[in-house]
């Protein structure tokens, strides 16, 4: 198990340096270009390559968590998680003032589960009083704050109300809930690490046979 997380966290750390990396490169706006628009760039290769490396990094995680006989909801919901990632950087999202498409609306929609099922996954583990708890169930509640108002501009254009991304913080406030997000995966695989640990000199311990 503990072979599983360990791997886990490094694809969940190669994906973040892929994205910081991508970040650096395109020199937009992180204020008010959101994520996805990072794919339109020259190293924009890089999105689906960090994305698929958080679906790897939760999938094994969740399967850590499945020997380990951990709550097959939250299981499930990791590597629901994963495909959602996994769909968001192989379906890219539409250029700006360009009308949806399927591609589009793929990834808008597995983002939009995404950003809700990490959240509910870490609140179940919270209550569950695992280690870290406290800093998980803050962690998720402020990704569904964030995830609120991610919500809210699509919510007003329904409406007929111009709001563009130039008039809100949209990719500070998508960066909160992906960071958020991580942060909540990456506790779920640490609260593991110790019970791992544990586990390990028994595993190994030699059997002594009676005379």
Known sequence: MKGLLVNGFAAIGAGTGAMLTL?????????????????FQQ???LLPASLTLFAVGAGLIAEAMRRAGGNRWVVGLLVAWGVSMFLIGAFP???????????????????????????????????????????????????LGALVL????????????????????????????????LGVLALAGMSMLRAAALRAPAAVRPVIRQA
């Open 23 to 39: 970040h650096a490169e395109a020199g937009l706006d992180p204020l008010h270009t959101v994520i996805s628009e990072y794919a």
């Open 43 to 45: 190293s924009g290769w």
């Open 93 to 143: 999202t539409d250029r700006p003032g360009v009308p949806l498409s399927m591609s589009g609306g793929i990834h808008r929609y597995a983002a939009f589960a995404a950003f809700l099922m990490m959240p509910v996954a870490g609140l179940l583990l919270s209550k569950a009083r695992i280690r870290y708890a406290r800093a998980m169930r803050v962690l998720c509640l402020v990704a």
């Open 150 to 181: 991610v919500v809210i501009p699509y919510v007003v254009r329904m409406f007929g109300i111009p709001l563009t991304n130039d008039d809100i913080p949209a990719g500070l406030i998508q960066r909160t809930v992906v960071v958020t997000e």
